[in-house]
């Protein structure tokens, strides 16, 4: 961990481990917002509070509010790029699910031919072949869209019949 990004009320010795999953996390570029020191200073201490007294420190600084609108702006603008990418990917998977089905296959089919060449070499425990073929013939499942074989139903017995009886 770097120490210019700590905080000074907390000694390093004291962490075991990172405050979040982002620790450290590099912001992405197209969220760099320009703006001048004090109005950081000010989004930082505004920060520091809980969300409905920020809120109102916000909108009182007419700097720190069209810094956290342009802020807005950014997000929402890259969370609309990122949506068009997954878009694409999603329209490409639909569009080439029979290529990729066969591709899964052709896979599962070449690592178990690898795992059988290489237990009948000696290089590989037959435990661990029975492993890894699971594996890829499970995955090979998914992407086909098999699915698991459910137990028939026992008829039922009993039920209702509109009266009690004593």
Not at 81 to 101: M, N, P, R
């Amino acid at each position: 961990m770097r120490s210019d990004h700590l905080s000074t009320n907390w000694p390093v010795s004291n962490w075991v481990t990172p405050p979040s999953n982002m620790w450290g996390v590099p912001i992405p570029e197209e969220l760099h917002q320009p703006a001048d020191k004090r109005t950081l200073q000010f989004v930082i201490h505004a920060a520091k509070h809980p969300p409905h007294e920020f809120g109102r420190l916000i909108s009182s600084h007419k700097k720190a509010s069209g810094w956290a609108a342009d802020l807005g702006e950014a997000i929402s603008g890259f969370a609309k790029g990122t949506g068009k990418y997954l878009g694409k990917v999603a329209s490409y998977g639909l569009a080439h699910a029979d290529e990729i089905k066969t591709g899964v296959g052709i896979a599962k089919n070449l690592v178990q031919t690898g795992t059988q060449i290489a237990t009948a070499a000696g290089w590989l425990h037959p435990d661990k072949k029975t492993t890894i073929d699971s594996v890829a013939a499970a995955l090979d499942k998914l992407v086909q869209g098999e699915k698991k074989k459910e137990a028939p139903k026992a008829p039922k017995t009993g039920g209702y019949f509109g009266k009690i009886m004593i």
